[in-house]
């Protein structure tokens, strides 16, 4: 018990690992600076683990598969899983704190993410025994039948812009499979993902069930993707990155779900109902600075409708409130120095378009990452802009004529996470749900890959396999046949 700063208020020490139930320093002893990107300041210090305590977080996990934790019941998992849940949502006020200092993201964001993290391990405690095989019929004197197993050691890496969603959706999965997970947080906020494991450790998880090893990503994070021990890889983060986990991961022939980036149109027709379309317009491309993989970068709208939509949107930028996390506006910092410095290129390469609307940034506290929430007008769905994920909140409104080009435009990235429809004519909605390519299409709203239940993953660089949902137990799962011979 340990407080690092009046603010955070942690009842656990970030310089450490939690590995087989214990709180160690990691190996080597090293530690990593803590940033609030609220106000550029350093705040305290992480572990920064390395492959020792990669390795030994490993093994704990193997012994907790080999032990306890292998002959609880689905329905033991089940139950602890509900108990976690109503842990968390005691603590979401605390975890929101933590998150909104951490990541930068304003408060009611954070508490958001708090109540999601509770509803996947709803979900999850929920579905943990209703998972099951099946039966098949077969040649004359046979019973075949099949078992949905564990994998035995799962391993997540996670980015650092919805670290509670994301644990939620792939640990509360593997979880209730019967996996012991290793966890490697991103180095730029870890936080909640060390709470997190904490509050399951206090719920009654048997030791080494859960191992967080905060670090950087080419030490623990390649130290994890690389390990022998590892039996499954749950990775969330950029395209590059997603690359070289599954290259290691294949020298261990060792599946790996990658959920990665995307520049994730709404397209908007004729017909649209546009007042209930523009909040989701906006919100969509601004929620967490932009920093959402998920985020609606591209607005795609029918000629006639395209200067109307530009000045409603334009009218919502003008009204944005941008601050400090825990000032709780409407976009808070983006989440690094180099975070900033990026997503301000961007800004740069933007100077050939005409910029429709721009957030104003006002008084802010200094040092903070801040970038003004951007609106750009673009001719054409080839712009580096239209094609290029910032991961900051700037947004381009591309015009086309017909909804062969909509579809053309809207296809026209490698990537393919999520897409949006906004009409009326039910005929083109089936049509073009069915010709878009991405993991997830909404008709008439815009989940932002929101929907515990609902499957979620991408196609192209976007990624590959699918989490959230039921779906989700399929992938952190192995099925076996057994075919047993009776005469
Ligand atoms: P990143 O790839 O740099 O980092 C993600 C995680 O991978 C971090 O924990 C990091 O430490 C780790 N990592 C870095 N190098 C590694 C290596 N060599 N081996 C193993 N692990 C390594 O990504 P980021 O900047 O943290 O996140 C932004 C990206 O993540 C964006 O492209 C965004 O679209 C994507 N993202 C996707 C989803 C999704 O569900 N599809 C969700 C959130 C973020």
């Known amino acids: 018990m340990r407080e690092t700063s009046q603010d955070l208020d942690l009842w656990f020490d970030p310089s450490k690992c939690l ?3 214990q709180w160690c320093a990691p190996a080597l002893g090293g530690t990593l600076p803590l940033w609030d990107p609220s106000i550029g300041a350093r705040i305290s210090q992480i572990a920064r683990g390395t492959s020792e305590d990669i390795d030994a977080a490993v093994g704990a996990a193997q012994a907790a598969r080999a032990g306890t934790w292998s002959k609880w019941t689905a329905a033991e998992r089940g139950r602890f899983l509900l108990k976690l849940s109503a842990a968390v949502l005691a603590r979401a006020d605390d975890l929101a704190r933590i998150e909104a200092i951490d990541v930068g993201k304003p408060l009611k964001q954070a508490r958001a993410d708090a109540l999601a993290l509770a509803r996947y391990l709803e979900f999850y405690g929920g579905a943990a025994d209703k998972l099951h095989g099946e039966t098949i019929p077969y040649l004359d004197g046979y019973t075949v039948y099949t078992l949905r197993e564990p994998h035995g050691v799962t391993g997540h890496i996670v980015p650092w812009n919805y670290p509670m ?26 936080l909640t993902a060390l709470a997190f494991a904490d509050l399951a450790r206090e719920a009654g998880l048997p030791d080494g069930a859960l191992n967080v090893v905060p670090g950087l990503g080419a030490e623990a994070g390649a130290a994890l993707s690389a390990h022998r021990g590892v039996n499954h890889i749950s990775f969330t983060g950029s395209v590059g990155t997603g690359i070289a986990v599954q290259e290691a991961a294949a020298r261990n022939v060792v599946p790996v779900t990658l959920e990665l980036g995307g520049k994730s149109p709404q397209i908007v027709f004729d017909d649209a ?28 709208v029918q000629q006639s409708r395209y200067d109307e939509v530009l000045e409603r949107m334009a009218e919502r930028y003008a009204a944005l409130r941008i601050g400090a996390a825990m ?39 200094e040092g903070g990452y801040y970038v003004p929430p951007t609106l750009f007008s673009c001719a054409s769905g080839d712009h580096i802009l239209a094609q290029s994920e910032v991961f900051g909140p700037v947004q381009v409104v591309i015009p086309f004529g017909d909804e062969e080009e909509a579809m053309a435009i809207a296809n026209g990235t490698e990537y393919g996470l999520v ?69």
């Not at 290129?345 to 429709?356: E, K, M, P, S, W």
Request: charged content about 15%; glycine content about 16%; aromatic content about 6%.
């Open 327 to 365: 000032a709780d506006l409407d976009v808070g910092p983006l989440i690094s120095a180099k975070q900033k410095a990026i997503v301000s290129g961007y800004l740069d390469q933007g100077r050939d378009l005409q910029i429709a609307a721009q957030a104003t940034l006002g008084d802010l506290p």
């Open 419 to 487: 897409a949006s429809l906004w009409t009326r004519d039910g005929a083109r909605q089936m049509r073009a749900a069915k010709a878009l390519r991405a993991g997830q299409v909404f008709i008439n709203n815009y989940g932002a890959g929101g929907g515990v239940e609902l499957p979620f993953g991408g196609t192209g660089h976007s990624g590959h396999g699918r989490e959230k949902g039921f779906e989700a137990l399929y992938g952190f799962s192995v099925l076996k046949t057994v075919a047993a011979y009776h005469g």
């Open 165 to 190: 969603q994301i644990i939620g959706r792939s640990v509360g999965a593997a979880l209730a499979v019967g996996n012991a997970c290793v966890l490697k947080p991103a180095e730029d906020a870890c």
């Open 19 to 21: 590995i087989g139930g």
């Open 273 to 300: 109902d546009l007042e209930a379309a523009l909040p989701f317009l906006v919100n969509a491309g601004i929620q967490n600075c932009g920093q959402t993989c998920s985020a609606s970068s591209r607005i795609l």
